[in-house]
């Protein structure tokens, strides 16, 4: 059973930047794809980022595409997520997801608590 812990939300001024951290334990991380949601109070929650079991692919929305940027360790069993360049829209609950499937196309299985980021301006 994997277990994912993010962290590393917080609040920031517009065009600054944070790090997230989805921390996994209990299953070898290597084996999933790793997912980055993010969702707003009455919106759909939505796929903002994926990297791929072999980190064959790096997947981006339009939206944060040449400002954020998803990277995986996993000799540290961790997933990051680094945020650039962050604008009040970018303010969600961001959760960090794991599934199999091939290049990021399935669905995923586990499920981040999520962490808070908040950009003022």
């Known amino acids: 059973q994997l277990q994912l812990v993010e962290s590393g939300g917080g609040l920031v001024q517009s065009g600054g930047s944070l790090r997230l951290s989805c921390a996994a334990s209990?299953?070898?991380?290597?084996?999933?794809?790793i997912y980055w949601f993010r969702q707003t109070p009455g919106k759909e929650r939505s796929k903002i980022s994926c990297i791929s079991s072999l980190d064959a692919i790096r997947y981006y929305a339009d939206s944060p595409k040449g400002r954020f940027t998803i990277s995986r360790d996993n000799a540290k069993h961790t997933v990051y997520l680094q945020m650039d360049r962050l604008k009040p829209e970018d303010t969600a609950v961001y959760y960090c997801?794991?599934?199999?499937?091939?290049?990021?196309?399935?669905?995923?299985?586990?499920w981040g608590q999520g962490t808070q980021v908040t950009v003022s301006s």
């Open positions: 209990g299953d070898t991380l290597n084996d999933y794809n």
């Open positions: 997801a794991a599934g199999g499937g091939y290049y990021c196309s399935g669905s995923p299985d586990y």
